[in-house]
């Protein structure tokens, strides 16, 4: 059923969620490690999914999955949450927020070229020209503006911050070819990978029982970072009668994260920060008009 008035409520609703989770994550880092915060993020998540799924009377399908969607999702959550929000929240916890969440916003980039060699997929004029102009803001973001002195602000932050990108690109590309249902396929991934979190936690966290407004922190992220706001995002395409109309509100929510980051966090946003995002919107909407873009939904 197409419904663009329904598209667009569930899709605001996905972007405006996303927009705080940058806060999200520096506030709740105050109270827990990373590996910490990853840890009872998804376990929320799987418990709200898992509601969702006997909600939707979708445990009989999540019954029937055979031992090779087993390994499928084992992989899967290896990769997300697993790996990707074991970097992210490291990225976040060396790296003010605002630089984070903008250099982390390259990940559609990536995903361009790695189906180059993963999907087959050929770069055209438009992809080199994007890519450019994306990665002049990377640049300007990580140097805080003093481009020409190529001194990082915290370069292993700011490698990290990327590398969640190729993480996420990895996870998207072999996510296309799961036919599963969208929760049912969610689910497992969270499930199999909080074994994998909590062996990350007795390895890297202090081993302790965080304070309450950690915890709740972490609620909240694993509600609205992780779990839920996909299904919304899904949704939202789902109803679309146009996908590419719905799939751009996405590029609005860097610039409402800046707005809650200055007022919520008290950073100060920088020129450079602006000017660098600036820079990557601009790239990465440019790329999405091309004849053969891909695609700015998040699976």
Same mark, same amino acid.
């Given at each position: 059923?197409?419904? %663009? &008035?329904?598209?667009?409520?569930?899709?605001?609703?996905?972007?405006?969620?996303?927009?705080?989770?940058?806060?999200?994550?520096?506030?709740?880092?105050?109270?827990?490690?990373?590996?910490?915060?990853?840890?009872?993020?998804?376990?929320?998540?799987?418990?709200?999914?898992?509601?969702?799924?006997?909600?939707?009377?979708?445990?009989? %399908?999540?019954?029937?999955?055979?031992?090779?969607?087993?390994?499928?999702?084992?992989?899967?959550?290896?990769?997300?949450?697993?790996?990707?929000?074991?970097?992210?929240?490291? =990225?976040?916890?060396?790296?003010?927020?605002?630089?984070?969440?903008?250099?982390?916003?390259?990940?559609?980039?990536?995903?361009?070229?790695?189906?180059?060699?993963?999907?087959? %997929?050929?770069?055209?004029?438009?992809?080199?020209?994007?890519?450019?102009?994306?990665?002049?803001?990377?640049?300007?973001?990580?140097?805080?503006?003093?481009?020409?002195?190529?001194?990082?602000?915290?370069?292993?932050?700011?490698?990290?911050?990327?590398?969640?990108?190729?993480?996420? =690109?990895?996870?998207?590309?072999?996510?296309?070819?799961?036919?599963?249902?969208?929760?049912?396929?969610?689910?497992?991934?969270?499930?199999?990978?909080?074994?994998?979190?909590?062996?990350?936690?007795?390895?890297?966290?202090?081993? &302790?029982?965080?304070?309450?407004?950690?915890?709740?922190?972490?609620?909240?992220?694993?509600?609205?970072?992780?779990?839920?706001?996909?299904?919304?995002?899904?949704?939202?395409?789902?109803?679309?009668?146009?996908?590419?109309?719905?799939?751009?509100?996405?590029?609005?929510?860097?610039?409402?994260?800046?707005?809650?980051?200055?007022?919520?966090?008290?950073?100060?946003?920088?020129? =450079?920060?602006?000017?660098?995002?600036?820079?990557?919107?601009?790239?990465?909407?440019?790329?999405?008009?091309?004849?053969?873009?891909?695609?700015?939904? &998040?699976?």
């Amino acid at each position: 059923m197409r419904d %663009q &008035r329904r598209a667009y409520l569930c899709g605001l609703a996905a972007v405006l969620l996303w927009s705080t989770v940058a806060s999200a994550f520096k506030i709740t880092l105050r109270y827990m490690d990373y590996a910490e915060l990853l840890l009872w993020a998804s376990g929320t998540s799987t418990g709200a999914l898992g509601v969702l799924l006997v909600a939707q009377g979708k445990v009989g %399908q999540l019954l029937r999955s055979r031992p090779a969607d087993y390994a499928r999702s084992l992989v899967l959550g290896a990769l997300n949450p697993l790996l990707y929000y074991l970097i992210l929240f490291k =990225a976040y916890q060396l790296l003010p927020a605002q630089e984070a969440q903008a250099l982390n916003y390259t990940w559609a980039l990536t995903l361009t070229w790695l189906s180059i060699p993963l999907l087959g %997929q050929r770069i055209g004029q438009r992809d080199w020209v994007a890519g450019l102009v994306c990665y002049a803001g990377v640049l300007v973001i990580a140097t805080r503006g003093e481009v020409w002195t190529l001194r990082f602000s915290d370069p292993f932050g700011v490698a990290l911050a990327l590398g969640s990108t190729v993480i996420w =690109a990895f996870y998207w590309i072999y996510n296309i070819r799961d036919r599963r249902d969208p929760v049912v396929r969610l689910f497992l991934n969270f499930a199999l990978s909080l074994p994998l979190a909590f062996g990350c936690v007795l390895l890297l966290g202090p081993g &302790r029982i965080p304070a309450w407004p950690g915890l709740l922190g972490a609620a909240y992220i694993g509600l609205f970072e992780m779990g839920i706001t996909y299904v919304l995002w899904q949704r939202a395409l789902r109803y679309a009668e146009n996908t590419a109309k719905v799939g751009n509100l996405i590029f609005v929510s860097p610039f409402c994260s800046l707005v809650l980051i200055h007022f919520a966090l008290g950073e100060a946003i920088r020129w =450079a920060t602006l000017a660098g995002l600036a820079l990557i919107v601009a790239g990465l909407l440019y790329q999405q008009r091309g004849p053969r873009a891909h695609s700015t939904r &998040r699976p």
